[in-house]
């Protein structure tokens, strides 16, 4: 049975916040692992920690559970935990190292850590201000950027949690404002095609977490297609929402928002963005009707 935790590994542990707190500055990402029981010895190692990094900080680890072993296999289950968009969840050993057959029961509490939730508006007009409004009521921390001053006046706006920002060049607001792109979602609802290039063609260059760009079909087109001409690699532009939002029928620039929230939301916690409902018709027209996970 291992042993007890070691004055060297309370030592690691109580770096832990600090680490937590230079990842979330950084704008990086991370998990936090917990022992919260260990079946055989309930005494054993329970509460230990162990925080491991992302790809980005080569899976950089602080602290320990008290046991080499069980930390390999936790920081080898790690990317997996934080590639399923999970929050947090409780998980049993054996269900991610079933080789650890003396640590097979014991539970281990994984919780993702992230900055909070950004989202970067390029356009001011109608939909880029109710967007901002609405992505703030959500809990998002909100840009709002458009290159007429007017458009972004604090009078406007008297929720103080929405950043305005008036753009001299869209390419190098845009680039400010999304920092790293960890965490961070773009909507891009300018006023024209060129506007949208420019925000585009900046948003190509970071690693943003969701690029999505308003317009019909025809619109959008001839701005990813400019941007396939000069050279921007297609692997990008595919992930670009264009046009950007769910199909809910929306008419109104409130409307659209919410469309376009609820992508970002489906995109950021891993949903499908269809009906919940929907496994019910089809289990009465005979299909096998999918549940969704947590609605059984």
């Not at 309370?10 to 230079?22: F, G, L, M, W």
């Not at 979330?24 to 054993?44: D, F, R």
């Amino acid at each position: 049975m291992p042993s007890i935790e070691t004055t060297e590994n309370r030592v690691r542990s109580d770096s832990i916040p600090e680490a937590v707190s230079r990842i979330l500055q950084e704008g990086s990402i991370a998990v936090l692992t917990t022992l919260i029981e260990a079946a055989t010895n309930p005494a054993a190692n329970v509460g230990t920690k162990l925080l491991v990094g992302n790809s980005e900080t080569s899976g950089t680890t602080v602290g320990s559970l008290g046991n080499e072993a069980l930390d390999n296999a936790v920081v080898a289950y790690a990317a997996a935990f934080l590639e399923s968009k999970t929050e947090t969840r409780v998980i049993q050993v054996k269900e991610f190292a079933p080789a650890l057959v003396e640590w097979g029961e014991a539970q281990i509490l994984f919780e993702r850590i992230q900055p909070e939730p950004r989202l970067v508006i390029c356009g001011a007009g109608h939909v880029g201000a109710a967007l901002a409004k609405l992505a703030s009521l959500m809990g998002y921390r909100a840009t709002l950027i458009d290159d007429r001053a007017e458009f972004v006046k604090r009078e406007h706006f008297a929720d103080r949690g929405i950043e305005l920002l008036a753009a001299l060049s869209w390419s190098d607001a845009v680039q400010a404002a999304v920092g790293n792109g960890h965490g961070v979602s773009i909507a891009i609802v300018t006023r024209g095609h060129s506007e949208d290039e420019q925000c585009l063609r900046a948003a190509m260059t970071i690693d943003a977490d969701y690029v999505g760009l308003i317009g019909s079909k025809r619109r959008t087109n001839i701005v990813l297609q400019r941007l396939r001409k000069s050279g921007t690699e297609e692997e990008k532009l595919e992930k670009v929402r264009a046009p950007v939002g769910l199909d809910i029928g929306a008419v109104t620039p409130e409307e659209v928002a919410l469309a376009i929230m609820a992508e970002i939301v489906a995109v950021r916690r891993g949903g499908r963005g269809g009906s919940l409902s929907a496994w019910r018709r089809e289990l009465k027209s005979g299909g096998k009707g999918e549940r969704v996970k947590g609605k059984e």
